[in-house]
T-cell receptor, first 110, second 115 residues
């Protein structure tokens, strides 16, 4: 089945810094989503981005489907950005389930 | 517009007991998914429904697990004869199939602890 790898696994930033999180996937996808999991376990939708570039405030994401990767950019990080960021893909094999990476654990220090 | 809701939020049970979780999807969504997440890992797919039909089950879903979605609305996930290895966060998600977009939205999860 499709493999999803995220990097880096852990990231520590000083408040105000910028960061880039990467998601590589091993096969064609119909859907790619980025999530932020808060300390209570809730998965919060950040982007639905099977291809192209989207921006939402300080966050933006780019997926290059032909090269099988996606990037999540966080600018001017805040302590509330801390948590785990997951990339999840829906394989193009007509299965609708999401396959998740193992996440990037981000800690933003004040 | 309410999101996906799950009940209970927490469940502590003794090994060997049966437990049942409920998920209420976003009202216009016709697909409903169950995932399981253990500590330090990403969520793993268990099963999904389109309307009332259960269309796919993961090999993670042993015969002690059963899921239903009567009338294509809410869903229940039952675990029989719980084991300590069943301790995890159980997440429900829903999406709308029909426009080509299939963005999934997740509920807050049910955290199960088997003692």
């Amino acid at each position: 089945g499709i493999q999803v790898e995220q990097s880096p696994p852990d990231l520590i930033l000083q408040e105000g810094a910028n960061s880039t999180l990467r998601c590589n996937f091993s096969d064609s996808v119909n859907n790619l989503q980025w999530f932020h999991q808060n300390p209570w376990g809730q998965l919060i939708n950040l982007f639905y981005i099977p291809s192209g570039t989207k921006q939402n405030g300080r966050l933006s994401a780019t997926t290059v489907a032909t090269e099988r990767y996606s990037l999540l950019y966080i600018s001017s990080s805040q302590t509330t950005d801390s948590g785990v960021y997951f990339c999840a893909v829906e394989s193009a094999d007509s299965s609708y389930k999401l396959i998740f990476g193992s996440g990037t654990r981000l800690l933003v220090r004040p | 517009d309410t999101g996906v809701s799950q009940n209970p939020r927490h469940k502590i049970t003794k090994r060997g007991q049966n437990v049942t979780f409920r998920c209420d999807p976003i009202s216009e969504h016709n697909r409903l998914y169950w995932y399981r997440q253990t500590l330090g890992q990403g969520p793993e797919f268990l099963t999904y429904f389109q309307n009332e039909a259960q269309l796919e089950k993961s090999r993670l879903l042993s015969d002690r697990f059963s899921a239903e979605r009567p009338k294509g609305s809410f869903s229940t996930l039952e675990i029989q004869r719980t084991e300590q290895g069943d301790s995890a966060m159980y997440l429900c998600a829903s999406s709308y199939a029909g426009t080509g977009l299939s963005e999934q939205y997740f509920g807050p999860g049910t955290r199960l602890t088997v003692t």
